[in-house]
């Protein structure tokens, strides 16, 4: 198992986690106004919301409740044991419901954009 060797490095990636997870909400905000029309982007939205406010508020408990369980003895690196199931439901459900057709025209690459 890998661990940090200092404070340093450990503050590093977590800065490094937290720019992934900004780039992967940013993409789900594009899937949504991508999946969905115009029309019910409201209450897409508003579901979206619910979703990220419960979940930053159920997160600490059940990692708090996994940490205390100390399951095989993993101690607080049980919290990660939290992914597996999420991330199990997250591929059924969305190979289930997200499938976006192909554009009747394709777009032109916006270099501005991708260089930005």
Sequence with gaps: MWNSTSATE???A??????????????TIAIL?????????????ALYGATAGFAGMLGP???GALVTADIAGLGWHSIFL????IGVLALVLGRRYLHLGRPPERDRLDLGGAAL
């Excluded at 939290?82 to 199931?85: A, S």
């Design 10 to 12: 450990l503050v590093t």
């Design 14 to 27: 977590r800065i490094v986690q937290g720019v992934a997870g900004a780039g992967m909400a940013a993409q």
């Design 33 to 45: 106004i991508a999946s969905f029309p115009p029309s019910r982007h409201q209450q897409e939205f």
């Design 61 to 63: 408990i059940l990692g």
């Design 82 to 85: 939290m992914n597996l199931p």
